[in-house]
């Protein structure tokens, strides 16, 4: 079977390769994104695997269809990006990662508290200009620190265990409490006592329409003064003129973020949310009390690992006729 491999980097064709020696498959990769200004690309092909950033859409589908690809293999848990009931329409299969080491944004959001924390971004800046002055770096001990979870599925239940070793107390909100995360030690509480008490804040929920623009005015105003916010979600969870007057107020003390490039994010979530611009982004950026990555939270070997096995899977099981109801929409 030939597939059609779109918005491929380097790491992509790497660990499908790899993987690709459990399955055999003919892989086609290419670095163009699927739209509907390359869909023709995909005549060849009998299925086709996209990411976050292609735009699969009523036109994309239709030229598929006329192409007679019946399959689309994502390589990401989100499908907002695409038509979904026009595809069962046209009667073309879609599956998906739905998750993937979890562990590994976990980990991410870690690194973002202690960096902004201990402001290791200034300090290697000094370093390397051979100033090794300490005033301007205070951070402050983890350990006996409150931190507020929102969201304790599988990343947040990850964070509570990594942050309950550094000794901290966590409150979690989840609509759905967890024994396994009670047992840690952690308390389930609600949106205004976990702002109220938190010191640091980190978000880990979904984006629907009762979470968008969770973080708004309304709830920075019953926040400790010099939080620390971190959002390895969705950008939709923030309203970013609360959050840039809670920046320039100090009621913000440290803001971390982690995000898609601005076309992704805004194709993503369009439904919800199209007020983050790359302008937001720049103005963010003028804090020094802020840091941005680029969606690199899931970015570890073994994510790409998880992320190719599942799609090259995904593959297999279509091919064959079986279908997983968890991962097939």
């Known amino acids: 079977m030939k597939v059609g491999v779109f918005s491929c980097q380097s790491y992509d064709r790497k660990f499908l390769t790899a993987g690709n020696h459990n399955y055999g498959f003919e892989l086609q990769f290419m670095s163009c994104g699927l739209s509907a200004e390359t869909a023709m690309v995909a005549e060849p092909y009998d299925a086709v695997s996209v990411f976050v950033d292609d735009i699969i859409d009523a036109k994309v589908l239709d030229v598929l269809s006329k192409q007679e690809i019946n399959h689309i293999a994502l390589r990401c848990p989100g499908y907002a990006n695409i038509d979904l009931e026009y595809a069962k329409q046209l009667n073309i299969g879609v599956s998906r990662v739905p998750s993937y080491s979890p562990h590994s944004v976990a980990e991410h959001t870690v690194a973002l508290i202690l960096a902004l924390n201990r402001k290791l971004y200034k300090a290697y800046n000094r370093v390397i200009e051979n100033n090794f002055d300490l005033e301007g770096l205070l951070g402050f001990n983890l350990r006996g620190k ?33 024994d396994e995360v009670k047992q840690t030690g952690a308390s389930y509480v609600n949106l205004p006592e976990l702002y109220r008490r938190s010191d640091i804040i980190s978000l880990h929920c979904p984006l629907t329409e009762q979470s968008k623009h969770l973080i708004d005015h309304q709830a920075l105003q019953m926040m400790k003064n010099d939080v620390m916010l971190i959002n390895t979600s969705q950008i939709g969870l923030l309203n970013i003129k609360a959050v840039l007057a809670g920046l320039k107020s100090k009621k913000i003390g440290y803001f971390g973020l982690d995000i898609y490039d601005m076309k992704s994010e805004l194709i993503s979530n369009h439904q919800f949310d199209t007020s983050f611009t790359m302008q937001s982004c720049q103005r963010l950026s003028t804090f020094p009390n802020v840091l941005i990555t680029g969606h690199q939270g899931f970015f570890t070997e073994q994510s790409m690992q998880l992320i190719a096995e599942t799609t090259l899977r995904n593959l297999q099981c279509f091919f064959a006729g079986k279908v997983d109801k968890n991962i097939f929409l």
Do not use: H
């Open 146 to 178: 409150n931190v507020g979870i929102i969201g304790a599925g599988k990343i947040g239940s990850s964070l509570v265990n990594l942050l309950s070793g550094f000794g901290c107390t966590i409150l979690c909100n989840d609509p759905t409490p967890s």
